[in-house]
């Protein structure tokens, strides 16, 4: 898919922000507590997703978030089919106080990568 500049600029920034965890790591932490944040658009997690994962789609995210999650420490573990939306989700829950919100790099299909 091609993103606009603008979008990419803002992606790529946020990567710069937040730590991205390698898609073999996902399972490790998956078992030591962390939480699996898909904030893809429904369609997309009805599709597929982490077994486990919370959908929280990125277009309110911050408005239901602390609903859904109201523990700041949670490790969170953002993606989306490959690492924007999951490094601007992450990066926008570092911003309300989740110090440990991360993303996936590489996304769902990195994962799904793995076999």
């Known amino acids: 898919m091609a993103y606009t500049h603008k979008f990419q600029q803002l992606a790529d920034t ?6 991205g965890v390698a898609p073999d790591q996902v399972d490790a932490l998956l078992a030591q507590g962390a939480v699996s944040l898909d904030i893809r658009d429904k369609e997309e997690h009805d599709a597929d997703h982490l077994a486990g994962s919370l959908h929280v789609s990125r277009g309110k995210l911050e408005m239901n978030i602390e609903g859904v999650i109201p523990d700041l420490n949670t490790t969170l573990l953002c993606y989306c089919n490959a690492n924007n939306r999951g490094a601007l989700s992450a990066n926008t829950l570092r911003q309300m106080g989740y110090v440990n919100a991360r993303y996936i790099a590489g996304g769902l299909k990195a994962y799904r990568a793995l076999g």
């Not at 946020?14 to 730590?19: F, G, H, L, S």
């Open 14 to 19: 946020a990567m710069t922000q937040v730590t």
